[in-house]
């Protein structure tokens, strides 16, 4: 069965430095990954996607991702914080892209508190 | 152009009641998918429907049930509520081949 594992409850980080949410994965065959933002009392909004090709992606507000298969892992990266980056973050893994069966597994989630 | 969307936004029942969510499709989207998030929890998968049809469905009771029409809103039915079902309930949309679009979810509440 898919999984992915978010190791850490909450990362704290100053605003303007680097931040990184770290998500692991388990699937069989070709991951497909996605990272989604919840604010407060909201639904999830997507933040970017891999499918294939590029081991960096580049997603919305500044946010990117590392494919890394050897180490299963799908890390969230942004060079400079903002306050405003402050939610909670998923990691979620989708058995196919297109065509039957595509439901989303999504990880803990982890919550992200930047400060000035 | 609309986003996916759903009401009510609240509910509050109480225990053995019957619930019923409803969600419009982003555009464009014809498959959507229902999820319930517990307070502190991911998303869990519980069933997605493609041209009016059950797709997919995950771990949960016959107690959910749902339905899709021929415009692609979907609602998610709950029979006999227990305490164990208040979670915010979030649908999702896509067209094949793309990502998966959320609502703002309805928030119930079983007494």
């Known amino acids: 069965a898919q999984s992915v594992a978010q190791p850490e409850d909450q990362v704290n980080v100053a605003e303007g430095n680097p931040l990184t949410v770290k998500c692991t994965y388990s699937v069989s065959g070709n991951p497909y990954l996605f990272w989604y933002v919840q604010y407060p009392n909201r639904g999830l909004q997507f933040l970017l996607k891999y499918i294939t090709g590029d081991n960096l992606v580049k997603g919305s507000y500044g946010f990117e991702a590392e494919f890394n298969k050897s180490q299963t892992s799908f890390h969230l990266k942004k060079p400079s914080a903002l306050v405003s980056d402050s939610a909670l973050y998923f990691c979620?893994?989708?058995?196919?892209?297109?065509?039957?069966?595509?439901?989303?597994?999504f990880g803990t989630g982890t919550r992200l508190q930047v400060t000035l | 152009d609309a986003g996916v969307t759903q009401s009510p936004t609240h509910l509050i029942k109480t225990r053995g009641q019957q619930v019923t969510l409803r969600c419009s499709p982003k555009s464009g989207h014809d498959t959507v998918s229902w999820y319930q998030q517990a307070l502190g929890q991911g998303p869990q998968f519980i069933f997605q429907?493609?041209?009016?049809?059950?797709?997919q469905r995950g771990n949960f009771p016959d107690r959910f049930s749902g339905h899709q029409f021929p415009n692609y809103s979907s609602e998610l039915n709950v029979n006999a509520l227990l305490l164990g079902d208040s979670a915010l309930y979030l649908c999702a949309s896509d067209r094949e081949g793309s990502e998966q679009f959320f609502g703002p979810g309805t928030r119930l509440t079983v007494l």
């Open positions: 979620a893994v989708r058995d196919k892209f297109s065509g039957t069966a595509s439901k989303l597994t």
């Open positions: 429907y493609y041209e009016e049809e059950e797709r």
